[in-house]
């Protein structure tokens, strides 16, 4: 099975090779801004915008989109194109005009091993020079794409894009349903409960601070840029921090596991509740359903959802008894038919678990059956540990 799997190395490039990735930048980022220009009426569609620009080069104002190399525009409108698609499938919202003060990247396609340099301690990027890289784990697979970027708080990176034969996977350990939350990041059917990250609301008193601090020096002043430094690497941290305990969660829930089934979230809706708008973004469910998605496939692993709508809460899953309400203070409750007391999550993650199996037999990869287990680590709570990459 050949999958693409993504890895991330620091780049310090000298000032002279800033300067340059900071031209590179500025054409991707001027280049996708054109392209969303052109589509405010209708998106024209990734062709018909790409043709434009030889035509934009050699257009007076613009000549100088020849210092970019020419591959890094058309992958801006790839991304462009990409962001469409989502806002079509309604995976995401209208694409935005980028920002220069936001983070900064541009890609390269189809870069060649020979970019690396055999000692691993510099990449050739083209019309930017060899840059000074350090290869923390080693590059495995075959690479497809690099794109470079610039965070706010002025550290530079690479993201080199591989394909790689993963063996293919063995099916082991059962089925586990997911319900997430916000008292905790999720609870198993198991009866196992995962405590969500704390980072962003522990760091709060100290953005707070840098905020404040931030908003007393005057724009464009030199401690200003240093406040809003500080502030960016902060943010940078807690989203770091945020990502790792995704990483980490996800893999082992995708390794411990042949079938998960989770609540189709709909976070947007949610997000747009101020009050639990920032419980939400400090747990991040979507960006972790995503890795779930992503690495099930790679061990081998089926995530299926279930429908947002789907009573998950509200139904006993002994007896099936649908209650009338579930207020969301209730945390412990017992069934009026069959006497079962139930934790409110546990129960909705076990009705999860059986409906999301009750869905998916019939696209069941491996043709097993799928059996939901509800012994084991009951009533533990424990954090992702057990971590060797992704
Ligand atoms: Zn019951």
Same mark, same amino acid.
């Given at each position: 099975?050949?999958?693409?799997?993504?890895?991330?190395?620091?780049?310090?490039? +000298?000032?002279?090779?800033?300067?340059?990735?900071?031209?590179?930048?500025?054409?991707?980022?001027?280049?996708?801004?054109?392209?969303?220009?052109?589509?405010?009426?209708?998106?024209?569609?990734? +062709?018909?915008?790409?043709?434009?620009?030889?035509?934009?080069?050699?257009?007076?104002?613009?000549?100088?989109?020849?210092?970019?190399?020419?591959?890094?525009?058309?992958?801006?409108?790839?991304?462009? @194109?990409?962001?469409?698609?989502?806002?079509?499938?309604?995976?995401?919202?209208?694409?935005?005009? $980028?920002? &220069?003060?936001? &983070?900064?990247?541009?890609?390269?396609?189809?870069?060649?091993?020979?970019?690396?340099?055999?000692?691993?301690?510099?990449?050739?990027? /083209?019309?930017?020079?060899? =840059?000074?890289?350090?290869?923390?784990?080693?590059?495995? !697979?075959?690479?497809?794409?690099?794109?470079?970027?610039?965070?706010?708080?002025?550290?530079?990176?690479?993201?080199?894009?591989?394909?790689?034969?993963?063996?293919?996977?063995?099916?082991? #350990?059962?089925?586990?349903?997911?319900?997430?939350?916000?008292?905790?990041?999720?609870?198993?059917?198991? #009866?196992?409960?995962?405590?969500?990250?704390?980072?962003?609301?522990?760091?709060?008193?100290?953005?707070?601070?840098?905020?404040?601090?931030?908003?007393?020096? &005057?724009?464009? !002043?030199?401690?200003?840029?240093?406040?809003?430094?500080?502030?960016?690497?902060?943010?940078?941290?807690? /989203?770091?921090?945020?990502? @790792?305990?995704?990483?980490?969660?996800?893999?082992?829930?995708?390794?411990?596991?042949?079938?998960? !089934?989770?609540?189709?979230?709909?976070?947007?809706?949610?997000?747009?509740?101020?009050?639990?708008?920032?419980?939400?973004?400090?747990?991040?469910?979507?960006?972790? =359903?995503?890795?779930? #998605?992503?690495?099930?496939?790679?061990?081998?692993?089926?995530?299926?959802? =279930?429908?947002?709508?789907?009573?998950?809460?509200?139904?006993?899953?002994?007896?099936?008894? $649908?209650?009338?309400?579930?207020?969301?203070?209730?945390?412990?409750?017992?069934?009026?038919?069959?006497?079962?007391?139930? @934790?409110?999550?546990?129960?909705?993650?076990?009705?999860?678990?059986?409906?999301?199996?009750?869905?998916?037999?019939? +696209?069941?990869?491996?043709?097993?059956? =799928?059996?939901?287990?509800?012994?084991?680590?009951? !009533?533990?709570?424990? &954090?992702?540990?057990?971590?060797?990459?992704?």
């Amino acid at each position: 099975m050949i999958v693409r799997k993504g890895f991330k190395y620091r780049i310090y490039p +000298n000032q002279e090779q800033q300067r340059k990735l900071a031209v590179q930048f500025g054409h991707a980022r001027y280049i996708y801004n054109w392209g969303l220009g052109q589509s405010q009426d209708k998106y024209p569609g990734y +062709n018909h915008l790409a043709k434009q620009l030889p035509i934009l080069k050699k257009t007076s104002e613009t000549t100088w989109l020849k210092e970019a190399h020419s591959q890094v525009l058309q992958q801006s409108l790839k991304d462009l @194109d990409r962001a469409f698609q989502n806002f079509f499938a309604k995976r995401g919202g209208y694409p935005h005009f $980028k920002s &220069k003060r936001a &983070k900064q990247s541009a890609r390269y396609p189809q870069p060649k091993e020979s970019w690396i340099a055999p000692d691993g301690r510099r990449i050739q990027l /083209s019309k930017v020079g060899h =840059v000074r890289l350090v290869l923390h784990r080693p590059l495995e !697979g075959v690479m497809k794409n690099v794109t470079v970027s610039r965070t706010r708080s002025g550290r530079y990176f690479v993201s080199i894009q591989v394909e790689i034969e993963m063996a293919t996977p063995i099916f082991a #350990g059962g089925a586990v349903g997911l319900d997430l939350g916000l008292r905790e990041f999720a609870t198993l059917s198991t #009866g196992e409960k995962i405590a969500p990250p704390q980072y962003y609301r522990k760091a709060q008193k100290k953005r707070r601070r840098l905020a404040r601090q931030l908003s007393r020096k &005057k724009l464009g !002043g030199h401690n200003h840029e240093k406040a809003r430094l500080r502030l960016a690497r902060l943010d940078e941290k807690i /989203s770091n921090q945020r990502r @790792d305990f995704h990483h980490k969660l996800s893999r082992m829930l995708v390794e411990e596991n042949q079938f998960i !089934g989770l609540e189709d979230l709909n976070v947007r809706g949610m997000l747009a509740n101020h009050h639990l708008a920032k419980s939400i973004g400090d747990a991040g469910w979507s960006a972790f =359903v995503t890795m779930l #998605g992503y690495k099930g496939e790679w061990y081998g692993c089926q995530v299926e959802k =279930v429908s947002r709508w789907y009573p998950s809460s509200k139904t006993c899953s002994v007896c099936g008894t $649908k209650m009338e309400a579930m207020p969301l203070n209730v945390r412990i409750w017992q069934c009026p038919m069959c006497g079962t007391v139930h @934790d409110r999550d546990v129960n909705a993650a076990i009705n999860i678990l059986k409906q999301s199996t009750a869905g998916a037999v019939e +696209n069941n990869a491996w043709g097993q059956s =799928v059996r939901p287990s509800t012994d084991g680590y009951a !009533g533990r709570t424990r &954090k992702p540990t057990r971590f060797s990459g992704w």
